[in-house]
């Protein structure tokens, strides 16, 4: 017979036993966007696998797709049962700028409470709290409610094939809610439940001047720079006020109510607190809008990257052959990253000059996603989640964007339920980024609290 | 006693002798901006003044300096004859971007008339051009003139070290005239002399953002993209007319005269073929002046690189801690760089802003030049041409930057006549850099043939 109290103590003695689990798990460098890394995304899905067969999960299988493989397992205390599907990827970030790295990105090591290392927060933290938690029913008399796992391998790269996996597998995948701990908390003591994320749309845009690198001396005056063209596109497409400059760009973007701003001005985020988490010398962001507003509910466009020419040490006097940005989008709901790449292609060809060639790449995109708060699973994880932490979870809309949550809705037919242990000062997508060990532990336990509190009541 | 007829016989039989010699002195990568290659550069040096030391120079010598060392020898007939010095480079640019070379670029080739590799035109052939004529003269009874040579290691890094080394070795290159090969011709069938070089400011400019790269869902919103602050001040550097708009800039131009627009436009360069050179869709420079002004005697702005965050395949969700740019100019006589420094940091006092912290570094740079056209150096270069060539040479502004061509006239007090037996088509400072053979062993001869000429006549 399943026990809570009995799952709650063995989850407190076998700590140092579940902290050891997520060190296995850092150290495999799976990074997806990198083809060199593809033996170890396989060796990480392996390992999940044989994880969730030695936690005698009846059934466990690695799902093959055309990137790479998610892993699937489903643990069945019987078929009354409520039946919750936990969400995770097993991918990284890459960890460059390595040389920004004060510890090795894939040698995970404890220090002051945290456990340094790629991934040790987003996302493979997460999933081993949730696989502990797990573990400590399944050790204790078994789980209240029957559980599965589907935990992808290129969430970093915009879950391009999790979709068409989802679809091929939706009767395996059949649950009364999803458990997704990709979010985070606002900090080590307000626990989070988010409601809304926001959607992405990634491009690369590629400017296009002479066939080669030229002198500068010999041909300046004479040629376009390819660089310049791009500075002036990328500059046109942001006012100073912050204000997105493609055409259309706003069009389906929904005005926040004023009792949502009300409910978000209640979240204690603070813009010094902002400022010192992100080093920046002053915030700045659309002009009209809080900051928690501009990072939740309104959309943004960034340079995420940009190259050209000569980035050596030294001068090189040439003029490049060709300038690169990556410019990404987030998106909020009712904005169609389909639609943002015409508006995005529009814009240049309304102000790109005829002395070069462009051409827009598209990556990774997604919808954004709004979950409705009064979902059963949610309340579970909202009680659990102030049982542990003595304060009632905060609901935020996320600035991130996890493709999945739309996708599940849309595919399965189920609701996620989104929070997480991560903290803003992880440094996730960043060098040097860590888990803080003490916030994981009151995860675990507030896991466990979930799904009995899910069995227990809350009528789906 | 000096042949001038035997001379020009070595010099034809031994053509298969000195492209040897090219080979061997291409094939030592004497990148002078990259530390790796200090050992190369060394080499190099060392190569020249064996070389100067066989042909019979009295006195050779490796003139240290606080960067890469010039390399000195003298060659004397007696004291009453005219003294040349032969002013040359022997380090070479950067290969990158090496996937672009169809051959190794430190391993010449030859291949339909023409030899492929980094240096081989700029200009490393060049040296052995003029190495190659004096050893045909040395050969065949002596030299009618005293010959000096300095051969520097650093004019793609923009000379930091050479004024310095000129001025303390002022004595030894004591000169009558300078003979600078280091500009080229306008075509095979078109010798050429230079008589107006621009000069350089090269600077590096760097936006710090965030204190790392942020994750661009959790933070994108609050924080201004150093990328996107980069570009909207490159972007008003220069306006769509190709008009630089840095405060000041144009203000100690001067505006060319009828004559010498009259006499620039007779110069063969054709638009179709400046197109056809650099592959550009279309030309474009500053409006109100031709191709020829605006390479040769108009200012100009290029970016030579920029960089920015994740640059790799894929997609990476940040927004960069930083972002850079090279950014560089080309000056017209008049033009202070030191002023054109302050211009730009007066442009970006301006126009950032206060969300971000920037930096200006300064990297090489120097006056522009203008040569007296009825110098005897001059008029003896431009018989010795067109004799080989059966055509008067061209007078030309040169859009590169020679900043040696301004030292030695301010520390030696000579001038320097200015042509040398390179081509536009030979890729100098891109991949796939050649020389022409033919023209080159034109050149060679013509070099006798100067030397001969200015021995003989055109008083000092």
Redesign the interface.
Known sequence: MPNKTEALLYANENLPKFKSDLEDLVKIPSVS???NHTTDIRKTADWLKSKLSDLGFQETKIIETDGHPAVYGSYQVGPNAKTVLIYGHYDV??A??ID?WKTEPFEPIIKDQRMYGRGASDMKGQIIASLAAVESMLKSGGAPVNIKYIIEGEEE??SPNLAKALEKHADLLRCDVILNPDA?MISPTSPTIVYGL?G?A?FEIIIK?????????????????P??V???L?????N?D?VIQLPGYYDSVEELSLEERTELSRLPIKDED?KE??????????IGYT?VE??GA?P?L???????????????????AW????V?M?LVPHQDPKVVHQQLVTYIQNNV?????WEVIQ??GGPAAITNREHPGVKALSEALEEIWHQKPFFKR????IPVVTEMQQIIGTESVLSGFGL?GD??????ESLHIPTWEKGILALILFFYNYAGGYEN
């Open positions: 966007t990198d083809p970030q890459p460059d700028p920004l790269i915009g985070g926001r992405l990634y001047g002479p066939n080669r690198d030229l002198h500068s001396g010999m041909f300046g005056g004479i040629v376009q720079n660089a310049i791009l500075s002036k990328i500059a046109g497409m942001v100073e912050g902002l988490q992100t080093g920046a010398k002053k915030l700045h962001g659309e900051s501009r990072v309104r943004t960034d340079v995420n990257g940009m190259l050209s020419g000569f980035t050596g040490k030294g001068s090189k006097t040439i003029i490049p300038a690169m940005a990556k990404s987030r000059p005829d002395t070069v060639e990556h990774a996320e600035g991130g964007s803003p440094n996730i997508h960043s060098p040097n």
